[in-house]
Each structure stands twice: as C-alpha cells, then as structure tokens.
C-alpha cells in the first residue's frame, strides 16, 4: 500500500535532530510524498531545501495566519517567487485563525485573499488552516468561488458538517488529521465517513497532534497509516481502498505525478 502525509512540518526544530531517519522510516512505511508545510519567509526557504533534498519530500510555500503580523513588507514578493521553484506543489498554509490572538483578523483575511489569488494565477492548490472561525473562512472561500473555480484543501478538518457541506460544494478537499483517533471525537468520526471518497485526504501535521495511541507524542509522516486506518474501520472499508483513493486524490490535488522527479 501506498499513502501520502499531506501536511507535515518537517522543517521544525522537533526534527532536526533525525530529519533523514524520519523520512526514512516513512519511506519504508510506504509513505510515497510528504508535503512539507511552509509558514513563514525562513520555513518556506526550509521546506524547499529539504523538498531538494529528499526524492519524496515536496513543499508548499505561504505565510500562515498567525505568523502574517510579524511578516516584512517584502515578505511576500518572495513567496510569490518561491512558489516557481519546481518541487512547490501548493500554497500555504493560510486561512483564519480566531483561537490564537497572534496577528489581526483583517490582516489574516487580507492574506488569505492573496493566497487564493495567488492559486488562481499560478494554478497551484491552497492548503487552508481554519481555526474557530468557519463562518469567515467559508464567506471568503464563497467570494473567490464565486469568480473561478477553487483548487485547495481544508487541512485537518475538524469543522461542522455544514462548513463540509460548504467546502465539498466548492470542490474542495478535506483532509484528516490524528483527531479523527482520539477517542472523544465521535461526531468528527460520524463527519469522516460520510466525506466522498474521492474527495479525501490524510494528513500527519506532524510534529502535532500524533494519533492515537501516539498522542501527545512527537507526531511524524509514518503514522499517517493510523489515521488511515481509522478511516478505514469507520467507513467500512479496507485500507487498501483509503490507501487507493487518498493516494490517487492527493496525487490530482498536488499533481503530483508531473512533478515526480
Ligand atoms: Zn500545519
């Protein structure tokens, strides 16, 4: 079987230490690619260096909603040039994030706005990072759908059925992360199984947010098969099936394929 960690932050300092044992033990796990995350200017820098490095590891650029106050004024025409090198499959993470009070909202939704635009010109998927703030995140998403079709992701979802609803009608993706594992999320396993199978995606968001029984632990791209495997159990399927279709729609929304080698 083979699978894909769409989101990891492979570029943090939680892996510097074994950075090449962790992508190896993915490696022989069956993890296929791993999309390194980035968050701000010097992580975007950090996750195309290690998408150079290593065959599997690819990389999205962005600057990340809690991290846009602190950005330069030139911060961003880096990002935009960034977002040409060969390995960069994507944009982000962006989005709206209402649970930290790192950067002002408009501030947040300004450079959400930049990012889906960004998409758009250079036809690369948005990777969306959504936290307490559905209803705005879903009103500008709705915006931008509303001039051309939309091409991203809604990265570790855990929303409420209508903000899937919302997402899977404007062609989004939705991806899961290690809290559809813990045991106390049993509405956002009832969420998970009733997503369409083509429009699903797994994800680690490693270091964070490890599935069970890793939580609390060091997460890495390896236990994207747990996650996996719980989707499997709920959806009444094998996992040769999730392996499969995850796989293949990771494989479209990243285009994978053309950017293999
Ligand atoms: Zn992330």
Redo the contacts with the bound molecule.
């Keep these: 079987m083979e699978w894909i960690d769409t989101?990891?932050?492979l570029d943090e300092d939680a892996f510097t230490q074994d950075c090449a044992e962790t992508i190896a033990r993915a490696v022989d796990a069956g993890i296929v690619a791993m999309v390194a995350?980035g968050?701000t200017l010097d992580s975007c820098r950090r996750v195309i260096e290690l998408s150079e490095r290593y065959p599997q590891v690819y990389a999205t650029v962005g600057l990340?909603p809690n991290y846009v106050s602190a950005a330069q004024p030139d911060d961003w025409k880096q990002i935009v040039e960034l977002a040409k090198s060969p390995k960069v499959v994507g944009l982000g993470?962006t989005g709206l994030d209402k649970y930290w009070d790192h950067s002002p909202l408009d501030l947040q939704a300004e450079y959400f706005d930049r990012h889906l635009e960004l998409s758009q010109q250079l036809n690369l998927p948005f990777?969306v990072?959504c936290r307490e703030a559905e209803p705005e995140t879903v009103a500008q998403l709705r915006k931008h759908s509303a001039r051309s079709p939309l091409n991203g992701v809604m990265?570790?979802f855990c929303g409420s059925a209508e903000t899937a609803a919302a997402c899977l009608e404007m062609g989004m993706y939705l991806s899961m992360g290690g809290m559809v594992t813990f045991k106390k999320n049993e509405s956002l396993r009832q969420l998970a199984a009733t997503i369409p199978l083509d429009r699903l995606l797994i994800e680690t968001?490693s270091p964070?947010l490890a599935p069970t029984p890793f939580r609390g632990k060091r997460n890495e791209p390896a236990h994207v098969r747990l996650t996996a495997a719980c989707l499997a159990e709920i959806r009444g399927v094998s996992k040769e099936e999730i392996a499969g279709a995850t796989t293949a729609n990771a494989k479209r929304l990243f285009r994978l394929n053309e950017n293999l080698g």
Aim: with cysteine; aromatic share 8%; net charge negative.
């Design positions: 989101h990891c932050h995350i968050i990340h993470e990777v990072h990265h570790a968001d964070y």
